[in-house]
């Protein structure tokens, strides 16, 4: 088989491999953003941000976007009976950043004090779905917990 490296530059080898094997698709840019925590009182009164935490973002080619977010709350309450357990409330969302123009999903876990989280309705583009921090016992004492939040969405159409 004949060694064609000799007779044809890198860029041609680079364009000739492009064109047959294209890369499907590639981060262009990562960043950071801010997102606030915004707690929602019951009886529709007006939401107000109590917290920020950082999201982390990669746009990739496609238009596909991926946050990743750690949202710091401290000294919460925890004392509203539900059943058997008690939750925070009032209950609260956290804001995407302002690249994302569609959210397809969003995935939330914690860290801090013991309990789960219960997700509620309302994820938009603009925000989480809305958030409780449930744990088995009322606690006297404000709790801290972070939550930590990933979402898969558009940057562009």
Not at 3 to 8: E, R
Not at 44 to 70: A, D
Not at 135 to 145: I, L, N, Q, R
Request: glycine content about 10%; hydrophobic content about 35%.
């Amino acid at each position: 088989m004949p060694d064609y490296t000799s007779i044809y530059s890198g860029s041609q080898i680079d364009e000739a491999v492009g064109k047959a094997l294209p890369m499907s698709d590639y981060v262009v840019e990562r960043g950071t953003s801010t997102g606030n925590i915004v707690e929602v009182p019951d009886n529709n009164g007006t939401p107000r941000t109590i917290g920020t935490g950082t999201w982390y973002y990669e746009k990739w080619n496609s238009g596909f976007l991926v946050l990743r977010g750690y949202f710091p709350i401290n000294n919460y309450p925890v004392n509203s009976a539900w059943g058997s357990v008690f939750e925070t409330d009032p209950s609260f969302y956290i804001t995407f950043p302002a690249i994302a123009t569609r959210i397809i999903s969003n995935h939330i876990t914690h860290t801090g004090k013991a309990g789960w989280l219960e997700l509620g309705g309302g994820m938009s583009n603009t925000r989480t779905s809305l958030i409780w921090l449930v744990c088995g016992a009322a606690s006297t004492d404000p709790v801290s917990f972070s939550p930590m939040v990933t979402a898969f969405g558009r940057w562009r159409e």
